[in-house]
């Protein structure tokens, strides 16, 4: 067990709708990553918050969105679904997430999205 | 941009035997890389890191070889057990105080009993 958790672990939806995935970092974290993993693209870097505040920003759509929250825990938002959404979304967690290169990123047991 | 990848798809091997997982990069700027283990279903597992000031790093029962020259590192499992079965992803950063990593396309591990 990580320590990072994320809720739901399935999520189900249809084109077009909106859906929120929730991450709670570990204990004492203060950086959460999201990435996302699709068959076809592998494990890809959406974003990275720290503090609270938005750190870098790889691949995300602007349909998708994002924000960490003053207890750490963070939510992805993604909104107009469509069929290629559909994917892993890892939540990761380290303690900086500045500078110095050991920052170990610890991955939560994702959310598996279905957009139907 | 940073890019990470991995010479095989698949590797098989029987149980006891020494394995070895290649991952290249192309970013001379990355200046940490890490292992990651993904078992089906689950995330990814913090195996090993390593950083670019270094060229081997050792923990229970897996190496991590670092060839900046060539921009090579490998994976080293000694003695591969059948719970050692599972993607295996290379990762790096960019540097340049980011900490966002990018993915190589993971190695399955098969260990035959």
């Known amino acids: 067990d990580s320590g990072v958790t994320q809720t739901p672990k399935h999520l189900i939806t249809a084109t077009g709708q909106r859906v929120t995935l929730r991450c709670s970092p570990r204990?004492?974290?203060?950086?959460v990553y999201w990435y996302q993993q699709s068959l076809d693209q592998g494990l890809q870097f959406l974003i990275q918050?720290?503090?609270?505040?938005?750190?870098a920003k790889g691949n995300i759509l602007e349909r998708f969105s994002a924000q960490q929250f003053p207890d750490l825990h963070s939510e992805l938002n993604l909104s107009s679904l469509e069929l290629g959404d559909s994917a892993l979304y890892f939540c990761?967690?380290?303690?900086?997430?500045?500078?110095?290169?050991?920052?170990?990123?610890?991955f939560g047991p994702g959310t598996r999205l279905t957009v139907l | 941009g940073e890019s990470v990848g991995l010479h095989l798809p698949t590797l098989s091997v029987q149980e006891g035997d020494n394995s070895i997982i290649n991952c290249a990069y192309s970013?001379?700027?990355?200046?940490?890389f890490i292992w990651y283990k993904q078992e089906s279903g689950k995330g990814p597992q913090f195996i090993i890191d390593?950083?670019?000031?270094?060229d081997k790093r050792q923990g229970q029962r897996v190496t991590v070889l670092l060839n900046k020259t060539v921009k090579h590192l490998s994976l080293q499992i000694a003695a591969t057990q059948p719970g050692d079965s599972a993607v295996y992803f290379c990762?790096?950063?960019?540097?340049?105080?980011?900490?966002?990593?990018?993915f190589g396309k993971g190695t399955k591990l098969s260990v035959i009993p």
């Open positions: 990761a967690s380290s303690g900086t997430g500045t500078s110095g290169s050991s920052d170990t990123q610890y």
């Open positions: 204990s004492g974290d203060l950086s």
């Open positions: 918050y720290y503090n609270g505040e938005e750190r």
């Open positions: 970013n001379s700027a990355s200046d940490y």
């Open positions: 390593i950083r670019s000031n270094m």
């Open positions: 990762a790096g950063s960019s540097g340049a105080g980011s900490y966002q990593l990018t």
